[in-house]
C-alpha cells in the first residue's frame, strides 16, 4: 500500500484528505506543520508528501525545501489555499502545485498520476 | 581890366559856394578860367589813384569823349612836368623837342603854339594839372598867373570836397553793407538758412550774378555744407586750391580770374578762404560782377576786401550755427535715450510681475512693438532647440493701434494685440543659414540693411517673414545664446533708428537670464509636480499592497473553512440515498460551496496585465531620485546619507520597479535606524562569466536581523518589528528576480544589514509569460492613466 503524508495546520482539512485518500487505497499519515512532516518523512519511508504552505513552526516551502534537499525523487504536492505562490521561485521545486478546492478530484488525480506504479 | 578880374574872381566864388554837382562846379571853373584869360583851350588833367599818370579829365570846349582821354604819365609832356615839380612851365611850339613830348595835345589842339601849364594843388595834395593852350605866343602877365593860381586853389578846394564827400559815400555804403550783413547773420541761429543768407547778403553787397560757399571737413574731405544764390557759372574753387595759390606779397590768399565760355561771352570769378578755427575750411565765391548797363565786370581790390571782411563775419556766424546744431542734436539724442532708458525701465519692471514665460515673452514682444515702447513695427521672439540644433519660432508680434490709450506700464502687461504667427519657423542653427543663426552662434547683434547685397545674412528670413532690414541680437543667459530677439520696421518701412537698437541690445542680456529664470523655474516646478506624484504613487502602492494583503489574508482564511465544508459535503452526498430529502440539502451546501470558492478563485488568482516597461537608465539617477522620496524619513530619523557612486553604463531595466525595490530597501533600512545612524549607498561594476552587473550595497547601522528569523526575510508574510512589513521585501526580490538579478543580504549581528542588489546590464527580455507577477502586480499597478 502506497504511503502518503498530509501535512496541513487545519484539522477539518487533514481529516478531509486523510478520508478520501484512503477511500483511494492508500496509507496516510497526518503532520500538523512542516516540523512534524520533517519527522514523518525521517522515519517512514513515503511515497508522496501532500504539503500546505501557511502553517505555524515551519511552513511548506521550508519542508519542501528540506525534503527535496533529502529525498529529491519523493514526490511533493503542494496544496494551498495561495494561488500566487505558483510564482514564487522556492514552489518550483515542488512536483505539483495544486490551489485548494472542496472538490478534491485534481488532487486524487494527481496523486493516481504520481503513484501510478 | 582890374573889373574883369573882379569879375572873374566873383563868378568863381559863386562856383565854388554854389550847390550843383562837382562835375559840373568843376567845368564852370574851367570855362571861366578860359573865358577870363582868352585863351583857346582850357585842359585839366587829373593824377589818377595810382598817381603814376595825368588823364585828361575837363575841357573849356566841352564833355571829353572817350577817345580823346589823352593820358601823360609822371614826368612825360609838359602835363607830367609840373605834376612832377608841381611848378608853373611855359613851352613854346618853337623850342625844341616840345612839339615831340606834347605830341597827344595836338589831337585837341592842332594848331596850338603856346602852352602854359599849372599845377593845381593845395597844401600838401596834387590834384592836377592846368594847361593853357593858345594859337598865339602869349605871355601871361602877373596877374593874369596869379589869378589862374587862385583859380586852380579853388579847383583844388572843389576836387578836395569832391574827393571827401565819394570817400564818405563809399563808407556809409560800406557800412550799410556790412550792417546788412550782420543783420543776415544774426537773424537765425539754423544753419541752412544762415548759409542762405549769407550768400544771398554776399552777391547783394557785391552786385554779383551769383555767389557761393562751402565747407569742408579736412578729415574726410566731404563736403560738409554748401550753399549757393543766383547763377553759377564756374565751380567753386576747393579749400585746398585756395591754399595752393600762394598769394602775393602784402595780399591776403584768393583766388580771382576769368572764363570765357562757348558763346565767347567773359565770366569772372573771385574766391576768398574761409578760415574756421577748428577742424574745417571753406570757401567763399562770387561771380560776375555787374556794371549798371548789365555787362559783366571783373573784381576790383574793393570787392576783395569787403569779401575779406564778409568772410570773417561769416565764419563766426557759421561756427556758432554749427555749435548750435551740434548742441541741439546732443540734446536731442539725450532726450530719446532718456525716454529709451525710461521705457526699458518699465519693461523691467513688467517682467518683475511674472515667472511664466509664456507672458514674460508677451511683455518683452509689447515692449518692443508698442508705440511708446521702443516702437518697432514686428518683433520676433525665437528659442534655440538644443536637441535639433535650430532655432523655433516662439512668439510675434507687431505694432497695434489698440493700447493706444492705456498707460505704458499697463499697456506692457495686456495681452499681445495682434500676434504673428511664427510657430513654423525653422533655423538650423549653422554658420550658413543668415543673421539670426550667427547671433547665436557668435553671441553678437546683427543689424542687417538691404538683405540682397548680404546674401549670406539674408538667407534667415524665409519669404513669409521678410524685410528690407532687420535687427537681430541674442538673448543671452550667462554665457550662453538661448534664442534671439528680431525686430524690424518693414510694414512701414521706416528705417530702423539707432538708439532703439542700442537700448534692445542692452535689454536682450537682462531679457535672455529673465527668460531663462523662467524656464528654470518652471522646470522645476514640473520636476516638483512629478516628484509629489511619485510620492503619491508610492503611498498609494503602499497602501494597496497593506489593502491587497489584508484582502488575501481575509480570503485565504476564508478557503480552507470552505473546502472542509464543501469536501465533507461532498463526502455527505455521496453517502445519503439518491431518493432521501437530505440529498437535496447536502447538493444546496456543495453548490454554494463551489459558487464562493469560484469568487476567490476570481479574487484572489487573476492574472494581471503585463505592467514592466523596461528602459535604458542610470543606476545612480534612479537611486537619487529615490533618495529624494525618502529624504523626509531619513531626515526625521536623524540618518546621515554616505554615497559612493561608481560612473557606470545605462541599465536596462523597468525604472519606476527598480525604484519601488531601492525604496523598500530604503525604507527598510530607516525603520532599523529610527533611533539614528548612517544609510550608505554604494553602487559598482560587477563583472561575471555571463555579462556585466551593476550593484548597489546599501547598508544600515541598524543593528542587523536576528538570525533566527533572517532566513524568513524574504517571505511576503515574515515581518519582525525592526523590519518594516515583510511585504517590502518579497516585492523587491520580485522586482529583482525578474530582472534577472539578485538580492543578497550581508547581515552583520550588533551592526547592521547591508543588502546587495545585483542586476545585469544587458538587455533581458522579460520573464516569461504566464503565472509571474500576478498578485503582487496590484500593488505595482500604476494608477490608470499613468501615461506611460
Not at chain 2, 368 to 388: I, K, S
Not at chain 2, 713 to 724: A, L, M, Q, R
Amino acid at each position: 500500500m502506497k504511503k502518503i503524508l498530509v501535512a496541513d495546520d487545519e484539522m477539518s482539512i487533514r481529516l478531509l484528505y486523510s478520508e478520501e485518500l484512503k477511500e483511494e487505497g492508500y496509507e496516510v499519515y497526518l503532520a500538523a506543520n512542516g516540523r512534524e512532516a520533517l519527522e514523518i518523512v525521517g522515519k517512514i519511508p513515503l511515497d508522496l508528501v501532500i504539503l500546505d504552505i501557511k502553517m505555524p513552526e515551519m511552513d511548506g516551502i521550508e519542508a519542501l525545501r528540506q525534503i527535496k534537499e533529502r529525498q529529491p525523487d519523493l514526490p511533493v504536492l503542494l496544496s494551498t489555499a495561495y494561488g500566487e505562490y505558483r510564482q514564487d521561485f522556492a514552489t518550483w521545486a515542488s512536483d505539483e502545485y495544486l490551489v485548494k478546492s472542496s472538490d478534491l478530484d485534481d488532487l486524487k488525480s494527481a496523486v493516481k498520476r504520481y503513484l501510478k506504479d | 581890366m582890374a573889373t574883369e578880374r573882379t569879375a572873374f574872381l566873383t563868378q568863381m566864388v559863386e562856383v565854388f559856394t554854389s550847390t550843383v554837382s562837382f562835375g559840373e562846379r568843376l567845368n564852370n571853373m574851367v570855362h571861366l578860367l578860359a573865358r577870363y584869360l582868352k585863351a583857346d583851350l582850357a585842359l585839366y588833367f587829373g593824377l589818377d589813384k595810382a598817381k603814376e599818370a595825368l588823364v585828361l579829365n575837363l575841357s573849356s570846349q566841352g564833355p571829353v569823349p572817350p577817345h580823346m582821354r589823352v593820358e601823360f604819365p609822371l614826368g612825360q609832356g609838359l602835363v607830367g612836368e609840373v605834376a612832377a615839380t608841381r611848378k608853373v612851365k611855359f613851352a613854346q611850339r618853337s623850342q625844341p623837342g616840345v612839339l615831340a613830348a606834347n605830341q597827344a595835345l595836338e589831337k585837341l589842339h592842332p594848331a596850338f603854339t603856346t602852352l602854359a601849364g599849372f599845377p593845381v594843388a593845395d597844401d600838401n595834395f596834387l590834384y592836377g594839372v592846368m594847361i593853357l593852350a593858345d594859337r598865339q605866343e602869349r605871355h601871361f602877365t602877373h596877374t593874369e598867373r596869379q589869378s589862374v593860381q587862385l583859380a586852380n586853389l579853388m579847383l583844388a578846394g572843389t576836387l578836395r570836397q569832391a574827393l571827401l564827400q565819394e570817400e564818405a559815400k563809399k563808407r556809409i555804403a560800406e557800412l550799410s553793407v556790412l550792417f546788412e550783413v550782420g543783420k543776415a547773420l544774426s537773424s537765425t541761429v539754423e544753419l541752412n538758412e544762415l548759409l542762405e543768407r549769407v550768400v544771398t547778403t554776399t552777391a547783394k553787397v557785391i552786385t554779383a550774378r551769383g555767389a557761393a560757399l562751402q565747407i569742408i571737413d579736412p578729415a574726410t574731405k566731404e563736403v560738409k555744407v554748401s550753399s549757393q544764390y543766383g547763377q553759377i557759372s564756374l565751380a567753386c574753387p576747393s579749400p585746398e586750391e585756395m591754399l595752393a595759390a600762394a598769394p602775393a606779397p602784402g595780399e591776403l590768399p584768393h583766388l580771382q580770374g576769368q572764363e570765357t565760355n562757348a558763346e565767347g561771352r567773359i565770366h569772372y570769378y573771385l574766391a576768398v578762404p574761409l578760415t574756421f578755427k577748428g577742424q574745417l575750411q571753406g570757401t567763399l565765391c562770387v561771380y560776375d560782377k555787374f556794371a549798371p548797363n548789365g555787362d559783366y565786370l571783373p573784381f576790383d581790390p574793393e570787392n576783395r576786401q569787403l569779401l575779406y571782411t564778409m568772410a570773417g563775419l561769416i565764419v563766426n556766424a557759421i561756427e556758432n550755427a554749427l555749435t548750435f546744431k551740434q548742441v541741439e542734436s546732443l540734446a536731442e539724442r539725450n532726450e530719446r535715450m532718456v525716454r529709451n532708458l525710461t521705457v526699458l525701465q518699465l519693461i523691467s519692471r513688467a517682467l518683475l510681475t511674472t515667472v511664466q514665460e509664456e507672458r514674460l515673452l508677451e511683455i518683452i514682444l509689447q515692449g518692443l512693438t508698442l508705440e511708446r515702447g521702443l516702437g518697432f513695427d514686428r518683433a520676433v521672439v525665437l528659442m534655440v532647440d538644443e536637441a535639433n540644433q535650430e532655432l523655433k519660432g516662439i512668439k510675434g508680434a507687431q505694432r497695434s493701434e489698440r493700447l493706444k490709450g492705456l498707460p505704458l506700464f499697463e499697456a506692457l502687461q495686456a495681452p499681445l494685440a495682434e500676434e504673428v504667427k511664427v510657430e513654423e519657423w525653422r533655423i538650423p542653427l549653422r554658420a550658413d543659414q543668415g543673421a539670426l543663426a550667427l547671433a547665436v552662434l557668435q553671441k553678437r547683434p546683427y543689424h542687417v540693411k538691404e538683405p540682397s547685397r548680404e546674401s549670406a545674412l539674408s538667407t534667415a528670413l524665409p519669404p513669409k517673414f521678410a524685410a528690407p532690414e532687420f535687427f537681430v541680437a541674442p538673448l543671452m543667459a550667462k554665457d550662453r545664446a538661448t534664442g534671439v530677439l528680431m525686430v524690424d520696421n518693414g510694414a512701414s518701412g521706416r528705417p530702423l533708428e539707432e538708439e532703439p537698437l542700442h537700448v534692445l541690445e542692452m535689454f536682450s542680456t537682462q531679457a535672455g537670464l529673465v527668460v531663462e529664470n523662467a524656464h528654470l523655474y518652471s522646470t522645476i516646478e514640473a520636476n516638483n509636480r512629478e516628484l509629489l506624484l511619485i510620492r503619491e504613487r508610492m503611498l498609494e502602492s503602499d497602501r494597496l499592497a497593506a489593502l491587497s494583503s489584508l484582502a488575501s489574508g481575509m480570503a485565504h482564511e476564508i478557503r480552507n473553512p470552505l473546502v472542509s465544508i464543501g469536501g465533507f459535503a461532498r463526502r455527505i452526498a455521496k453517502l445519503v440515498d439518491v431518493t432521501s430529502p437530505l440529498r437535496g440539502y447536502v447538493e444546496v451546501i456543495q453548490e454554494e460551496v463551489t459558487r464562493l470558492e469560484k469568487l476567490l478563485r476570481e479574487i484572489l488568482d487573476f492574472t494581471g496585465e503585463n505592467l514592466t516597461f523596461y528602459g535604458d537608465h542610470d543606476l545612480n539617477k534612479l537611486l537619487d531620485d529615490t533618495l529624494l522620496l525618502v529624504q523626509r524619513d531619513l531626515d526625521s530619523c536623524k540618518i546621515k546619507v554616505v554615497k559612493e557612486l561608481a560612473m557606470m553604463p545605462r541599465l536596462h531595466c523597468d525604472d519606476r520597479q527598480i525604484k519601488q525595490v531601492l525604496y523598500n530597501l530604503f525604507q527598510n533600512a530607516s525603520q532599523a535606524m529610527h533611533q539614528g545612524g548612517t544609510l550608505t549607498i554604494r553602487t559598482y561594476p560587477v563583472e561575471r562569466e555571463d555579462g556585466l552587473y551593476e550593484a548597489v550595497a546599501i547598508s544600515d547601522t541598524g543593528g542587523g536581523i536576528p538570525l533566527e528569523v533572517l532566513h524568513n526575510i524574504f517571505n511576503p508574510f515574515f515581518s519582525t518589528k525592526d523590519y518594516g512589513t515583510g511585504l517590502g521585501l518579497a516585492i523587491a526580490q520580485r522586482i529583482v528576480s525578474r530582472h534577472y538579478g539578485q538580492v543578497e543580504v550581508n547581515n552583520e549581528l550588533g551592526k547592521g544589514v547591508t543588502f546587495i542588489v545585483t542586476l545585469p546590464v544587458a538587455k533581458y527580455c522579460l520573464v516569461k509569460e504566464g503565472g509571474h507577477g500576478a498578485a503582487l502586480a496590484s500593488t505595482l499597478k500604476a494608477p490608470k492613466g499613468g501615461g506611460r
